[in-house]
Every structure is written in C-alpha cells, then in structure tokens.
C-alpha cells in the first residue's frame, strides 16, 4: 500500500496565497502522472491540476494563472502553488499519483489523505 503525505493546507484570505505539498514513498519503481483535485460541499470532486513525469502541465480553467504545479522527481514530491485565491476555492485538496510499486507491478492510482484549504476574510 502506498500512502501519499499531503501538507500546506490552511486559512487564508482572499487575494493570499498558500503553497501545497505531496510526498509519495522513496522506494518506488516509478511515478507518472501526479495532479491535484478538490472537492467542496456538496460538490464532486474536480480536477484542479496535473502533471506528468516529463513536465507537461494541465489547468482547470478556473485556476489558470493562479495556481502551479510542479515536481521534484528525485524526492517524489509534487506541488502546488496557490495565488490570488479566492473563497470559491475552498475545499479539500487531495492529492493523486500513478505509480508502480515495483517492476512487476501494474500501474495504480493512490490517493492523499487530503487538506482543507479555506479562502475567507
């Protein structure tokens, strides 16, 4: 079982900015795509970021020119920088990875635990 460590998360007030973190396990074959979701009340879960191992990035429209995401391969870590923030993006952040454990393995999604992030005055 993998688990992936999230942190960053907290209250801020609009306009502020707060920078999230996700680390997987060391001891990993490989890891391919990593993103971020969040889910508010009521709300289902929507893609806010992602990432592939090579780099190439992809936006939800609503965050486009506020938030980056980045990757730090050599200690499988992926991040997410949060500006201008507003209330409507309050909501729980989690975050998600493709990994093979091992060589033999087949490749599987895991989950963070996920972080609120509240955005209020």
């Known amino acids: 079982q993998v688990q992936l460590v999230e942190s960053g998360g907290g209250l801020v007030q609009p306009g502020g900015s707060l920078r999230l973190s996700c680390a997987a396990p060391?001891?990993?074959?490989?890891?391919?795509?990593m993103g971020w979701y969040r889910q508010a009340p009521g709300k289902q879960r929507e893609l806010v970021a992602d990432i592939t191992n090579g780099g190439s990035t992809n936006y939800a429209d609503s965050v486009k020119g506020r938030f980056t995401i980045s990757r730090d391969n050599a200690k499988n870590t992926v991040y997410l920088q949060m500006n201008s923030l507003k209330p409507e993006d309050t909501a729980v952040y989690y975050c998600?990875?493709?990994?093979?454990?091992?060589?033999?393995?087949?490749?599987?999604?895991?989950w963070g635990q996920g972080t609120q992030v509240t955005v209020s005055s």
């Open positions: 998600n990875a493709n990994i093979r454990i091992t060589a033999w393995d087949t490749r599987q999604g895991y």
């Open positions: 060391a001891r990993i074959f490989t890891i391919n795509r």
